[in-house]
């Protein structure tokens, strides 16, 4: 199937400074890449839907100046957490769509954020 | 807003007895409906979906059922390995408003050999 890979697997970083995480589709180009967080044994939370080449939809209550998304091209997205403090340490976690069907939706494998 | 309850949250078995989660939407509109087997420190995995228009679907020892009126689905396991230990989750998608996956709560399953 097709693959996601994202960049860092675990980063740990001090508050007050940025950190950038990468998501992309190895294999495939994705129309819209979403971007999850997750909390220790909780489900998955979507922060931010992102199409290439437009700014990301965002839901309610996530901050889209702490979050920030860019998706430059078809393959690639990223979000940086800007001024991270320790309550932004979570498991973050990208998919990416492939086209308009249903069952084409690929997950990566996460990045752990820690915030000291 | 769209919301999918999940239960159990919690679901210890023996090896090679079955086991079941269950799962209720609220949007009339979702018509595509996945299963994600995620482990610890990795991305969920999809294992099985079904379509709205259908009611039952079966891959060698997962199957998933569908009640549409009753917007109810869940996923059976027979014969449970201690490898299917995991943490489960449902999901619905509608493909109206973006394609958004609604995630349950989670299961977190645990085979007991």
């Known amino acids: 199937g097709a693959v996601v890979s994202q960049h860092p697997s675990r980063v740990i970083c001090k508050s007050g400074t940025s950190v950038k995480i990468e998501c992309r589709s190895l294999?495939?180009?994705?129309?819209?890449m979403f971007w999850y967080r997750q909390f220790p044994k909780q489900s998955l939370m979507l922060m931010a839907t992102?199409?290439?080449?437009?700014?990301?939809?965002?839901e309610q209550g996530v901050e889209k100046d702490k979050f920030l998304i860019n998706h430059a091209s078809l393959t690639l997205s990223t979000l940086t957490v800007t001024s991270a403090h320790p309550e932004d340490s979570s498991f973050y976690i990208c998919?990416?769509?492939?086209?308009?069907?249903?069952?084409?939706?690929?997950f990566g494998p996460g990045t752990r954020l820690t915030v000291t | 807003g769209e919301n999918v309850e999940q239960h159990p949250s919690t679901l210890s078995v023996q090896e090679g007895d079955s086991a079941v989660i269950k799962c209720t939407y609220s949007?009339?509109?979702?018509?595509?409906f996945p299963w994600y087997k995620q482990e610890l420190g990795k991305g969920p995995q999809l294992i099985i979906d079904?379509?709205?228009?259908?009611g039952e679907k079966k891959d060698q020892r997962i199957a998933v059922t569908l009640n549409k009126t009753a917007k109810h689905f869940s996923l059976h396991i027979t014969e449970t390995q201690p490898e299917d230990s995991a943490v489960y989750f449902c999901?619905?998608?509608?493909?109206?408003?973006?394609?958004?996956?609604?995630f349950g709560a989670g299961t977190r399953l645990f085979v007991k050999a």
């Open positions: 294999d495939f180009q994705a129309t819209t």
């Open positions: 079904i379509r709205s228009n259908v």
């Open positions: 949007d009339s509109a979702s018509n595509y």
């Open positions: 992102s199409n290439e080449g437009s700014k990301a939809t965002y």
């Open positions: 999901a619905a998608i509608s493909n109206t408003g973006g394609f958004k996956t609604i």
């Open positions: 998919s990416a769509r492939l086209g308009r069907k249903l069952r084409e939706q690929y």
